[in-house]
C-alpha cells in the first residue's frame, strides 16, 4: 500500500501551490489537449478492507481529502460473480441506455448487451431479487454507480470517486450539497473515510463522511471551476461519457465492494432528497 502523500501544500520555485498555478488557468503546453485524451485515476471504497483502493493498481489510501467538480451516474453489468467471473457483460457510460459507444466496444468483444432501458421493468438486470425467508431480496444485477470527478489533496490531482450499493446514501449528502451551494460542488471540501457496517458474519464497509468544511482560500475556487471548464464545458452529459469510457476492455470489476441492497440502486430520478 502507498504512503499516504502530503502534497496539498506543495509547492513551485515562486512558493505557489499547485492549486494556487492551477487557479491562473490552464498549464502551458496543455492548451489542445481535450477531455478524450486525458486518463484520469479512479478510486473506490474497499468494501472488504475499508478505506480505498486505486481501481488500476489495488493500491489503497485510509482517508481522503476531497473536492468534488462534477457528478455522474453509470451502470455496470458483471458476469457470474459467485463464480468469481468479472467480466462486464454490459454497462452504460450514462446510466439510461447502453450508448452506441458501449455497444460498439462490446460488439467487439462477441458480447451482445441487452438492447433494453436501464430502468427497472424494461431489463431483467435491473429487477430485484424475490423476497427471502427473511423478507429480504437480492440486489440488481445491474449496479448503479455515482461518479465524483474532483481533487484529491493527498496526490495533488484529479481523479474520479465511484461509489455503489449502500454507499449511494452517503453520496446523496453530497450531491445535496452541490445542489443547495450557489457557488457549485466544490465550494466544500470533504474528508471521506469508510464504515463497518452489517451485521454477523455479513459485514462490509462503506463510504462515510468524515469532516465537511467550506472550501478555501478563494484561489482554490478557481482552480476548480478551471478544471470544470476544462474537462465539462458546455456539453456535461458527452464529458460524462468519455469520463465514464466506452471501453469495455477498460471496465474494473468492483465484486469485492460492498453488495447489502438498498432502494437507491434502483432510483433514477433525482440525486437530492427534495
Known amino acids: 500500500m502507498p504512503e499516504k502523500q502530503q502534497l496539498v501544500n506543495a509547492t513551485d520555485a515562486q512558493g505557489k501551490s499547485a492549486v494556487a498555478l492551477r487557479s491562473e488557468g490552464r498549464p502551458r503546453g496543455t492548451e489542445l489537449v481535450e477531455p478524450s485524451d486525458v486518463l484520469i485515476t479512479r478510486i473506490q471504497p474497499d468494501g472488504k478492507g475499508g478505506g480505498f483502493r486505486y481501481a488500476a493498481t489495488g493500491g489503497g489510501i485510509d482517508e481522503i481529502t476531497f473536492t468534488p467538480i462534477f ?54 438486470f435491473a429487477l430485484w431479487g424475490e423476497k427471502d425467508d427473511k423478507g429480504k431480496r437480492s440486489a440488481p444485477k445491474c449496479r448503479l454507480q455515482y461518479n465524483f470527478l474532483g481533487y484529491l489533496a493527498e496526490t495533488a490531482e484529479v481523479v474520479i470517486l465511484t461509489v455503489h450499493g449502500t454507499s449511494l446514501s452517503v453520496a446523496k449528502a453530497i450531491t445535496s ?41 478563494d484561489e ?7 478544471i470544470y471548464n476544462d474537462v465539462v464545458g458546455s456539453n456535461p452529459r458527452r464529458a460524462a461519457e468519455i469520463l465514464a469510457g466506452g471501453r469495455a476492455e477498460d471496465a474494473v470489476s468492483t465484486s469485492d465492494q460492498d453488495t447489502k441492497p438498498t432502494a437507491a440502486e434502483t432510483l433514477d430520478g433525482e440525486e437530492v432528497p427534495f
Open 71 to 124: 457528478f455522474f451516474k453509470t451502470r455496470v453489468l458483471f458476469g457470474d460473480e459467485d463464480r468469481g467471473d468479472p467480466v462486464v457483460m454490459c454497462r452504460s457510460s450514462n446510466a439510461v441506455a447502453p450508448t452506441e459507444q458501449d455497444a460498439a466496444s462490446f460488439r467487439r468483444l462477441g458480447i451482445v448487451p441487452p438492447p433494453n432501458q436501464c430502468t427497472e421493468g424494461n431489463c431483467p
Open 177 to 217: 450539497d452541490g445542489v443547495k451551494s450557489p457557488r457549485g460542488f466544490w465550494a466544500k471540501t470533504y474528508v471521506l473515510g469508510t464504515k463497518l457496517a452489517g451485521q454477523g458474519t455479513q459485514t462490509y464497509h462503506m463510504l462515510d463522511i468524515k469532516d465537511a468544511q467550506p472550501t478555501k482560500p
Open 220 to 226: 482554490s475556487l478557481a482552480a476548480y471551476e478551471s
